[in-house]
């Protein structure tokens, strides 16, 4: 597994992983053009706007599913919605008009 890439677990109970290593001082996740699903690496909650802003030239839309309230969670650039805030441990669908590379610091 790679904290670089965003996973979907499909399971039958809860389950808790820890991992013991030291953090990174940033991460670099390539982007394909189109979609790509990606993880967070970072423990630190960030403002959607604020965690993606140097892909605004190429970030068309993030989506992120929260299995707790079973819904999506959609951030359109440069509009909003209801995507605010990029939390550790979930996944995210993030939609790019070109390749590019999204870089994450903890």
Known sequence: MSRRVGYV??????????LNGSSPLFTSIP??????LVGYPSQTPRNVSDAFSFLN??????????????????????????????????????NSTAASVWTVYP
Not at 31 to 36: R, S
């Open 57 to 94: 030239a190429t970030l068309k839309r993030v989506v992120m599913y929260n299995k707790s309230s079973e819904n999506y969670l959609v951030y359109d650039y440069p509009g909003g919605g209801t995507l605010t805030v990029v939390l550790p441990e979930y996944g995210y669908w993030v």
């Open 31 to 36: 982007l394909m053009a189109g979609w790509t």
């Open 9 to 18: 677990a499909v399971m039958k109970s809860d389950f808790v992983r820890e």
